[in-house]
């Protein structure tokens, strides 16, 4: 996805960097267990959360798909958090550069009841539900993730958007000293994403607090990042600090970068290819973890319309040209 970088090529380079990502991993938790340490030290990470199991029940939701899931390990070592480092394996190296203590969310524009909000007054209200869903990023690759969580509509109705919301803006942390990827010039900072309000109110889009049963990991997003699963990955921006209801369509990251590449709705559609590669497509990172990186990809499977979720979506785009709005 990054502007000037063959696709194949980069495709060569983060299997690479993850195997050996892989390795290190594994041969730090042997030390580390030997050495008798536990929990978070074994993993690496400066926070007490990560690997955290979810407090209390989850609500197993009708909108789970029966299929078989990614590896938890995949799934939190070959990310995309440019903020974390622009290769697969970054993230859950540099995941201690991402700060999540404390942290606060400023809720503002189109609404009755803005704000700026700790976490915990963020999610308390909010019952964590277990939602297995297919995970499309416009890379061509795929995941199936259980993510822990509750639907985006149920928080935002709690500011009570106005009339004039037609539009609800996110952004991820800013905070440069820490964050080193937003020293390079890749894309603007601090990341941003956007939906249209009825998408957003759409009961399948949702805020992830944690994945397979655990608090979520930095890498993925912490404390709480969005999933939209009928759009390309993007869409799902990680680590929120600040919610917008605004009249206008916001701006996003990647429409900013690269116009032509990446549209504001970015619905998954294997009819409009990117101009650089097919989306017809794609590999499913649902393999055996024994044989690498490069053994987690399934063949290419179809890619559906509206990422498989086109029965539960396809109204709200009823009166678009899907080719054109892409
Ligand atoms: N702030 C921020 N959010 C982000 C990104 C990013 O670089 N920064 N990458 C996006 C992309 S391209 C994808 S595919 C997903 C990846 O989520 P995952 O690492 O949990 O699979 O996060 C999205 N959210
Ligand atoms: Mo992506």
Request: net charge neutral; aromatic share 12%.
């Amino acid at each position: 996805m990054r502007k000037r970088t063959i696709y194949s090529a980069k495709i060569r380079e983060t299997e690479v960097t993850d195997k050996a990502v892989f390795r290190q991993r594994r041969s730090f938790i042997k030390q580390a267990a030997a050495l008798g340490l536990t929990g978070s030290i074994a993993g690496g990470v400066s926070q007490a959360q990560a690997g955290t199991p979810l407090q209390g029940p989850i609500i197993k939701s009708p909108y789970s798909i029966d299929e078989e899931q990614t590896l938890k390990e995949t799934a939190t070592t070959y990310n995309n958090f440019y903020e974390l480092g622009l290769n697969k394996g970054d993230p859950a190296k540099n995941q201690n550069w991402l700060k999540t203590e404390p942290w606060t969310v400023q809720v503002d524009g189109e609404c009755s009841k803005p704000g700026t909000f700790n976490l915990e007054d963020i999610l308390k209200p909010h019952a964590i539900e277990e939602r297995i869903y297919r995970h499309r990023c416009v890379e061509a690759w795929s995941m199936v993730v259980p993510w822990n969580g509750f639907a985006l509509g149920d928080l935002l109705k709690r500011f009570e958007p106005n009339g004039n919301a037609k539009y609800v803006a996110f952004t991820t942390l800013y905070d440069p000293d820490r964050l080193e990827g937003q020293r390079s010039r890749v894309l603007e900072w601090p990341y941003v994403e956007g939906l249209r309000i009825d998408e957003a109110m759409h009961p399948l889009a949702m805020i992830a607090t944690g994945m397979y049963g655990e608090e979520i990991p930095a890498q993925n997003g912490a404390p709480m990042r969005l999933i939209v699963p009928w759009k390309y990955g993007f869409k799902g921006i990680k680590s929120i600090v600040k919610i917008t209801f605004t009249e206008e369509q916001p701006p996003t990251s990647w429409n900013l970068s690269a116009p032509h590449e990446y549209g504001f709705f970015s619905n998954v559609n294997p009819q409009v290819n990117h101009p650089r590669w097919s989306q017809a497509r794609e590999r499913k990172l649902t393999g055996e973890a024994a044989g690498g990186l490069s053994a987690l990809f399934t063949a290419k499977v179809d890619t559906l319309m509206f990422n498989g979720y086109a029965d539960e979506v396809g109204s709200l785009y009823s009166d678009m040209d899907l080719a054109k709005y892409f």
